[in-house]
Every structure is written in structure tokens, then in C-alpha cells.
């Protein structure tokens, strides 16, 4: 059972989010090149049309994030990441939960993704929830080192 108190929207321009946040750039870092890493930064982060979620443990200590941009094409996920000590306790599936009420709420027809063949787990979470491989959308070149994923949204 998780013992995650707390998920819901709220501002990245915390120090605390800040500080998730770069400990998600040196993970990504440590797995791809930096061409290869396509990641949002905080005034990005900060825009109207992106809702950014924290999920804080039974303490109030921020251990995860995730966002999602609102386009009418669609929700696409950025920013998902657990510390690795949270692990285990269902915190990505809550947040990629509200990430997609988000979605919804605001009538994207879909959610998509980017993410990366060194990241096993993100990939089987997403397979799990719905998300089924894809080509390249938006602006993303086919890059060897992107697994994009993508997930209709019923009405």
C-alpha cells in the first residue's frame, strides 16, 4: 500500500522541485547523450498551458514530479520522475494518473511521450496504463535513443 501522502498540482519554482529536477537531468545524463535529452526547463515548466505535479511522502518532503503540456493536438507527459528511495509504492502511477485528468479535463484527444530505451520500468509503467509505441511527434527527430508512446483518451 503507498504510503505517498499527498499529489496534486503545484508550482516547479520550489527548491525542492528544483532540486528533484536536477537530480532528473544527471539520471537522464547518465543514460544519454545530452542531444538525446529532451527536457523542459523551469520558465518552460512555468507556462500556462503545463500543469506540473508533486507528489510529497507522509513528511511533506517532495519525492516526485511529473507534467503534462496541454496542446489540442494533445497531453504530452514530460518531467516524470521518483526518487529512487519512493520507488515501488504506486507514486508514478498516481501522478501519471492526475497528469491525465488534466489531459481530459481539458479535451486532448490523446497523451504522448517521449522517453528512452535505458529506462525499462517508465516504459513497462506506461505499457501498463495504455501507451502503445508510436513514431516521432511534434518537433522530435527520430532519434535511435527516443521511445515515443501514445494513449487515446476516451471520452
Known amino acids: 500500500m503507498s504510503t505517498i501522502m499527498h499529489i496534486a498540482f503545484e508550482s516547479p519554482d520550489q527548491p525542492e522541485v528544483i532540486a528533484l529536477i536536477a537530480d532528473l537531468d544527471a539520471y537522464q545524463l547518465s543514460l544519454y547523450p545530452p542531444e538525446s535529452v529532451y527536457a523542459l526547463d523551469l520558465p518552460s515548466l512555468m507556462q500556462p498551458h503545463v500543469r506540473f505535479a508533486v507528489a510529497r511522502d507522509a513528511a511533506g518532503a517532495i519525492v516526485g514530479c511529473g507534467a503534462v503540456v496541454l496542446t489540442p493536438e494533445y497531453g504530452e ?3 516524470m520522475y521518483v526518487q529512487p528511495a519512493a520507488r515501488g509504492q504506486g507514486l508514478a502511477r498516481g501522478v501519471l494518473a492526475l497528469l491525465e485528468q488534466a489531459a481530459l479535463a481539458h479535451g486532448c484527444p490523446q497523451m504522448v511521450l517521449e522517453s528512452g530505451p535505458s529506462q525499462p520500468e517508465a516504459l513497462g509503467l506506461y505499457a501498463r496504463h495504455g501507451f ?4 516521432p511527434y511534434g518537433d522530435y527527430p527520430d532519434d535511435p535513443l527516443s521511445v515515443f508512446m501514445r494513449k487515446p483518451l476516451g471520452r
Open 77 to 79: 507527459i514530460k518531467r
Open 132 to 135: 502503445q509505441r508510436c513514431g
